[in-house]
């Protein structure tokens, strides 16, 4: 069951938005390429794209990028006020340089999937239903919250660009 407005601004009170530590990283790095596997499988299942990579190449594949990633942008977890080592939620960010904001990834624990946490970290990043911003791969979490940004471009090139701050090398 959905959480009542009431209980997201509860919940609200009770997160905490931090920058990741290195610490973060390994659950990080972890998740991302987890999810991001399931997620593009139900993606490529539902189209006439192609199919998934299996397990093995995606597993040797993926990391490098997620690893780059993680590195040139900034990560941001939700977690409680008063357990900050314990992540419910994280979001991997940049903005290039012509202020474009950009949204590689977000993450929330299943267990507290719409609950509100992972718009509060993308708003507490400044991406908001009204602005422009640019999503590189497809997830879940977006996939619930695409009808409020109708002005998001899906531009997966960018998981790609391994230059500094996004900058093609």
């Known amino acids: ?13 009770l997160i905490k938005i931090r920058p990741a530590v ?7 790095h972890h ?10 499988d139900t993606a490529l299942y539902k ?16 990391p490098p990028i997620v690893e780059h990633l993680c590195a040139r942008s ?4 939700a977690c409680p006020i008063d357990a900050p080592r314990q992540i419910l939620a994280f979001a991997v960010t940049e903005r290039i ?5 950009v949204l590689h990834w977000v993450h929330t624990k299943k267990k507290f999937w719409r609950h509100g946490i992972a718009e509060l970290l993308l708003r507490d990043r400044g991406f908001t239903s009204e ?9 879940i979490a977006y996939s619930i919250i695409k009808e409020r940004v109708k ?17 093609p090398e």
């Open 97 to 101: 340089p012509d202020g474009t904001l």
């Open 47 to 62: 189209s006439d794209q192609g199919r998934l990579p299996p397990w093995a190449v995606w597993k040797t594949l993926f």
């Open 22 to 28: 290195a610490d973060d990283l390994p659950f990080v």
């Open 1 to 13: 069951m959905q959480p009542t407005p009431e209980q997201k601004a509860e919940i609200a009170r």
């Open 151 to 167: 002005a998001w471009d899906y531009v997966p090139f960018w998981l790609f660009a391994f230059g500094k701050q996004g900058q």
């Open 131 to 139: 602005g422009h911003a640019v999503f590189t791969f497809p997830s």
């Open 74 to 77: 900034e990560v941001y977890v």
């Open 31 to 40: 998740e991302w390429k987890k999810t991001a596997y399931k997620h593009l």
